[in-house]
Each structure stands twice: as C-alpha cells, then as structure tokens.
C-alpha cells in the first residue's frame, strides 16, 4: 500500500464502465506463457485479487475449472459479470466484493493466485502472507504487468501519438499537481519492491517471463477519453462539477493533435513474474532422537 495513504472505496468510482475500452489489452499470447509455465489444464481453481471488470480472470478462463475474482468496487464486478455472460461462463465464475485484505472469506483453496497489476493498492504484506495460505502445495502467485522498462515508437505507423505527457498536465491543470487516489493522493506514486514483499511472504522464486506486445494498434478519441476516466488518478468523480469542462479541454486537445480523431499505438508487452508456494514436505521428516536418547542430566 502506498505510504501515508489509506485506502478508501472512491479510489476507481465509476471508472468500470470505461475499463474495457480504454484500457490496453495484455499482449497476446499471455495465456499460452501461463499455461505451459504453470502446467494448466483446465483443472484447477484460480483466484485473481483485485480482478476489475475481469479483463485477465476471464482471458485465463479456459485454463481452470473455476474462477474467483474478488474487488471492492461494486461496478467493476458488475463490468465483469456482464463480460462472463458475453463469453458463456457464468457458471464456471464468481465475482466477490470485498477487499484482498479481507481474504481469505471462506473462499477455500487455489491451485494459482493472479494480481494483475493490483498488488501496490494493497497491504503487501498481509495480503502475500494470507494467499500463500490460499494456496495449494506448489500452488503459484503471479505477478502481471505491462513492461514498463520498454519503448513504443510509433515513427512508422499512420497516425499520432497518443499525447499522454498534455493530457498529464491538462489533468494537473484540474486536480492539481499532486497524483490523486480516491480521496487520498500520492506524493511519492506507488510502491515498488515486490520481491522483498513476496520474499517475506515464503515464496520461491521469481521466475520472469516476458511477452512480447508491439503489435500497432488504432485508438479513436473516444478510447484515449475511456483511458483517461479509466485511471485512478483521473477517476470521473474526481472532477466534481468541471467533469464537463475537463472533457471539453480533453476533446480539444485531442482533435489538435489528431484532426482525423485517430491514434496509432502498439500493444505493450506483458511482464510475468511467477512466485511458488513451496511443495508440502513428502515422506518421512528426519528422525531426532528419542526421549530417552536425550543426554538428560543424572537425577
């Protein structure tokens, strides 16, 4: 969790039914990378702790026999009920409101835990220890996110850039120069470091995999303004009354720098980090001696 910020149930208010849209997909192939590193076959339970509108639970969908997505915010699971009834899996899924520090609820085991780029909004260290718990013997916790380290030039594709760094300012021009998070904000962004976190936690590992993303991708006005009220840090209930001028400033700065309402992009890698509950011990622990083999004093 991020210092000196508590945690409040504003942090993505009525971002959900932007999620979808805005937000980038994981590179594709991912499922693939998971199934073979994890040995999945369609068996199995997942859990994925802060699961959203269900975007990775569901892409993971094929690979168990049940999944539980747990959130605090009531319209993300909404969101991804809906995507569950669109893809035909109602029955194989759950969604769970509540917080990952309220885990483990009854919810009882899994052979994989997932954290798709959700972990730093959470107490870090109670939250790995109870999920460890959570898990199988051998049971895995994975870690996913878009590679940050890499860079997505777009020189060669039909369209501008999509102008992140103006929409950053235009943002601060209205909430101020401080990153907000729900009623909070984020002096120092948040935290890093999840290999000690996890280290502490008992797990093995990491093992590190990369997907690799770069394909071009096409983004309309209406998808970078989905993107923006996607984040926590823009949330729609952030802008209070200015909503309206903020969208307005948006669509202009927008249409100046993409007349034909189009942006070229590519698909971000995805980064895997794959964390292992150690295996439950097998056979016979060593054997120490017994009772009367300990040197005992005289009396």
Same mark, same amino acid.
């Given at each position: ?9 504003? =942090? ?6 932007? +999620?979808?849209?805005? #937000? =980038?997909? +994981?590179? @594709? ?8 590193? !994890? ?28 999944? %539980? ?7 993300? !699971? ?68 878009? !590679? ?15 102008? +992140? ?5 235009? %943002? #601060? ?17 948040? @935290? ?16 590190? +995999? ?22 926590? *840090? ?6 209070? #009354? ?21 942006? *070229? ?12 509950? @150690? @295996? ?9 001696? !017994?009772?009367?083999?300990?040197? *005992?004093?005289?009396?």
């Amino acid at each position: 969790m991020p210092e000196g910020w508590e945690w409040d149930d504003t =942090l993505f208010l009525g971002s959900a039914p932007y +999620y979808r849209r805005g #937000r =980038l997909p +994981y590179a @594709p192939g991912l499922a693939e990378v998971l199934a073979e590193a !994890l040995a999945l076959d369609g068996r199995g339970r997942l859990i994925d702790v802060g699961c959203g509108p269900g975007i990775l639970a569901l892409g993971l969908a094929h690979l168990f026999s049940e999944i %539980v997505g747990v959130d605090p915010d009531s319209g993300m !699971l909404a969101e991804a009920g809906h995507r569950a009834e669109e893809a035909g899996v109602t029955r194989k899924t759950r969604w769970v409101r509540l917080r990952a520090e309220e885990l483990p609820a009854g919810l009882g085991t899994f052979t994989v835990a997932t954290f798709g780029q959700s972990f730093h909004w959470m107490d870090r260290d109670l939250v790995a220890a109870t999920v460890k718990d959570m898990l199988r013997p051998a049971g895995a916790l994975v870690h996913i996110s878009d !590679l940050k380290t890499e860079t997505r030039d777009v020189a060669d594709l039909p369209h501008p850039a999509v102008p +992140y760094a103006a929409i950053q300012d235009l %943002v #601060r021009q209205y909430l101020g120069p401080v990153r907000r998070a729900g009623r909070g904000v984020l002096p120092n962004g948040t @935290p890093g470091g999840e290999a000690a976190v996890l280290g502490r936690a008992g797990f093995a590992g990491p093992q590190r +995999y990369v997907v690799p993303g770069g394909r071009p991708l096409e983004r309309t006005c209406g998808d970078v303004v989905a993107w923006v009220f996607s984040t926590s *840090s823009s949330a729609p209930h952030l802008f209070g #009354r200015r909503r309206g001028d903020f969208e307005a400033d948006l669509g202009h700065l927008l249409r100046e720098t993409s007349p034909s309402g189009r942006f *070229s992009e590519r698909q971000p890698s995805t980064e895997v980090f794959v964390w292992r509950k @150690p @295996p439950a011990p097998t056979g016979n622990p060593p054997r120490g001696p !017994l009772p009367e083999e300990v040197n *005992s004093p005289p009396w």
